[in-house]
């Protein structure tokens, strides 16, 4: 019976990244730095409301959409920290993670044929989806601009069957943000055509140097850009399971089809707690965040010296340095670190159109970690003399 199975399905790989993770589990005594989540706990006062709505026995489904007061929380975030207005009512629904929504969206959109531009090396989420929604993926290298994506890498990409351009920035895995400025360049493009944006902005809380910026804030593209946020690594709630998704209603309307029957609607104990990580959880963000930001500058520094090549990360928990100077590919570089020096990094190959040349290391790890870390890489690393 296997060969009537949809093969579409069958041909999805399970994730590089799982896979890494596993021979890792293979070494005692690994400095492991591939983890994509926050190492810090949910923050007490969340844990608590959690507590509390069992109490209050929130225990009975949701709206398909949300709690409406969890619904309130999300839009009223979103006026608070990046000024954009959305209907409680009509333009917001709470996700199982921002995962699914990734999936709702193009779910939604999307015709077989249909093509979707992605700005890579790229999160690795978005092209399963798109092969199972029958769509195909056309990558935007954007290694040559700073991992950020320009005007001219869009319009050398257009064609007749372009529906869709994802959008992720902050970036995972490059840690590349872009600015107001940078995005009104693309806006300049986009306004006239009838493409759909969505813009995951799940890092949007983690930016380090500049403000945070949405597409969605221009005027001329909000109607047709889909805002996918969530509290899994701000807030540190990735087993939560709450992603929020901002649309306008022509667009949610149809979502909510896919989010019914997919699951009816989401755990309404952790859309209690959301609330007040949402009404309450700034000052908590902001702690994480300037860890974070301490341990970017220690690791790139560190990385610096090391001879890595690398674009400052401007937000996320990642870097992204290139493994060129040593004259090694990503992947033998992290299999040979990994044995010789007991590190755990990502190859740059486990994300989509990564290419060969980096590494994705991550900074959700404490201070002392990552010391080791740089430390025992830095026995193994010289420029020139890697493999010896
Ligand atoms: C860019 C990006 N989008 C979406 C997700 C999915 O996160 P979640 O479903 O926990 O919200 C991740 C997780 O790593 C991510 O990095």
């Not at 619904?71 to 959305?86: D, G």
């Not at 917001?92 to 779910?107: D, P, R």
């Not at 320009?150 to 995972?172: D, G, M, R």
């Not at 890595?308 to 590919?329: D, H, L, M, R």
């Amino acid at each position: 019976m296997e060969h009537l199975l949809n093969p579409v399905v069958k041909d999805i790989e399970i994730s590089g990244i799982r896979k890494i993770a596993d021979k890792i589990k293979n070494y005692n005594d690994v400095v492991s730095l591939t983890i994509g989540e926050p190492d810090f706990k949910t923050p007490d006062f969340i844990k608590e409301a959690g507590r509390q709505a069992i109490t209050d026995n929130y225990t009975f489904y949701a709206p398909t959409a949300g709690l409406y007061e969890t619904r309130v929380a999300a839009t009223e975030f979103m006026k608070r920290r990046y000024k954009l207005n959305y209907n409680p009512m009509s333009e917001v629904i709470v996700t199982n993670g921002s995962t699914e929504s990734i999936f709702m969206a193009l779910k939604t959109m999307l015709l077989p044929g249909d093509e979707v531009l992605i700005p890579t090396p790229a999160y690795p989420g978005y092209a399963p989806v798109i092969d199972m929604c029958y769509g195909k993926l056309v990558p935007i290298d954007t290694t040559q601009s700073d991992f950020k994506l320009t005007k001219e890498q869009i319009e050398a990409h257009l064609t007749e069957k372009t529906k869709v351009l994802i959008l992720t920035y902050p970036s995972n895995p490059t840690g590349a943000t872009m600015n107001r400025t940078e995005l009104e360049e693309l806006v300049q493009v986009l306004k006239d055509k009838d493409i759909f944006v969505i813009s995951d902005e799940l890092y949007s809380e983690l930016t380090f140097d500049e403000e945070h910026a949405s597409i969605a804030s221009f005027p001329e593209m909000r109607n047709k850009t889909v805002v996918i946020n969530g509290l899994s690594k701000s807030h540190a709630m990735t087993g939560w399971r709450i992603g929020l998704m901002y649309a306008p209603s022509y667009v949610t309307e149809q979502m909510l089809k896919t989010h019914q029957y997919l699951n009816t609607s989401v755990n309404t104990i952790a859309q209690a707690a959301a609330v007040t990580a949402l009404e309450k959880g700034d000052e908590a963000v902001q702690l994480m965040k300037e860890e974070y930001k301490k341990r970017r500058d220690l690791l790139s520094e560190g990385l610096i010296t090391l001879g890595f090549e690398i674009v400052i990360p401007k937000g996320t928990f990642y870097a992204f340095p290139s493994v060129e100077p040593f004259g090694v590919n990503a992947m033998t570089f992290t299999e040979s670190i990994l044995k010789k020096a007991k590190v755990g990094l990502l190859p740059s190959d486990v994300f989509t159109e990564g290419g060969k040349n980096h590494l994705r290391i991550s900074f959700a790890a404490d201070e002392q970690k990552i010391q080791e870390a740089l430390n025992r890489l830095e026995s193994h690393v010289r420029v020139g003399m890697f493999l010896r």
